[in-house]
C-alpha cells in the first residue's frame, strides 16, 4: 500500500488554471476508476472535491474538474480564487478493499 | 447538516491503549458505511479503517491490522475506534468519515475536523 505520488507544491495567480497530478500503478490508479480528489484547509474537515475520477459533488463549483490518464489522475482548478490556497489530496481504490491517498499538494495562490 | 465530531484523543505511553469516539449527526448513520483516516504530522493522509453501515463488512490498512479495531453503535450514531499497543509511529490526527452508501465505498463524503492522538513516553 504505496502512497501516490504528488508533487509537495503547485502555485498560481488568481484567475489562471493550475493542474495537480496523482500518480500511482496499475494496482491503484491505473486499475480503477475510483479516484477522489479532497480540498484540506489545515485545522478544518477535509472537503471532498471529486469522486470517481471526474465526478463533482453536489456544491462544488465546476472550476474543479478531474480527469485520468494511464496511471495518473489530475485535478484542474480554473479561474483561481485566493480560498482555493490550500492542501489537496488524491486517493484511490487500491484492490481488496483498501484505499491509498497521495502525500498531498500544498496549492499556494500568489 | 451534516456533523462529524471524534473525541477521545491524546498523549499515551507507547504500548499503550486510547479509544477514538466519532458523533454523527444530520444524517441516517445506519445507512452508512465510515472510516477513519488518519495524518500524521507533516505528512499526507492515509486510510486506516472502514466498516459498512451494519459491520458486516470490516476492513484495516495492514499497518493497524491486528491492532486497532473499529466498531459502530447505530442506536448512538457514533463510530469507535479502539487502538492497542500503540506505537511512536500511530501519532497522528485521526479524522472520521463518511461514506456515500451502505456498503464498501473509497468515496469519503464528509469528515470530522479531527481529535489528535500521541503516542510518547
Known amino acids: 500500500q504505496s502512497a501516490l505520488t504528488q508533487v509537495p507544491s503547485a502555485s498560481g495567480s488568481p484567475g489562471q488554471s493550475v493542474t495537480i497530478s496523482c500518480t500511482g500503478t496499475?494496482?491503484?490508479?491505473?486499475?480503477?476508476?475510483?479516484v477522489s480528489w479532497y480540498q484540506h484547509h489545515p485545522g478544518k474537515a477535509p472537503k471532498l472535491l471529486i469522486y470517481?475520477?471526474?465526478k463533482r459533488p453536489s456544491g462544488v463549483p465546476n472550476r474543479f474538474s478531474g480527469s485520468k490518464s494511464g496511471n495518473t489522475a489530475s485535478l484542474t482548478v480554473s479561474g483561481l480564487q485566493a480560498e482555493d490556497e490550500a492542501n489537496y489530496y488524491c486517493?484511490?481504490?487500491?484492490?481488496?478493499?483498501?484505499?491509498?491517498f497521495g502525500g498531498g499538494t500544498k496549492l499556494t495562490v500568489l | 447538516e451534516v456533523q462529524l465530531v471524534e473525541s477521545g484523543g491524546g498523549l499515551v505511553k507507547p504500548g499503550g491503549s486510547l479509544r477514538l469516539s466519532c458523533a454523527a449527526s444530520?444524517?441516517?448513520?445506519?445507512?452508512?458505511?465510515m472510516n477513519w483516516v488518519r495524518q500524521a504530522p507533516g505528512k499526507g493522509l492515509e486510510w486506516v479503517s472502514s466498516?459498512?453501515?451494519?459491520?458486516?463488512?470490516?476492513y484495516y490498512a495492514d499497518s493497524v491490522k491486528g491492532r486497532f479495531t473499529i466498531s459502530r453503535d447505530n442506536a448512538k450514531n457514533s463510530l469507535y475506534l479502539q487502538m492497542n499497543s500503540l506505537r511512536a509511529e500511530d501519532t497522528a490526527v485521526y479524522y472520521c468519515?463518511?461514506?456515500?452508501?451502505?456498503?464498501?465505498?473509497?468515496?469519503?463524503?464528509?469528515w470530522g475536523q479531527g481529535t489528535l492522538v500521541i503516542v510518547s513516553s
Open positions: 468519515a463518511r461514506g456515500t452508501w451502505s456498503g464498501y465505498d473509497s468515496t469519503f463524503e464528509y
Open positions: 444530520g444524517f441516517t448513520f445506519r445507512s452508512y458505511s
Open positions: 466498516t459498512s453501515s451494519n459491520s458486516s463488512l470490516i
Open positions: 496499475s494496482s491503484d490508479v491505473g486499475g480503477y476508476n475510483y
Open positions: 470517481e475520477v471526474s
Open positions: 486517493s484511490s481504490y487500491a484492490g481488496s478493499n483498501t484505499l491509498v
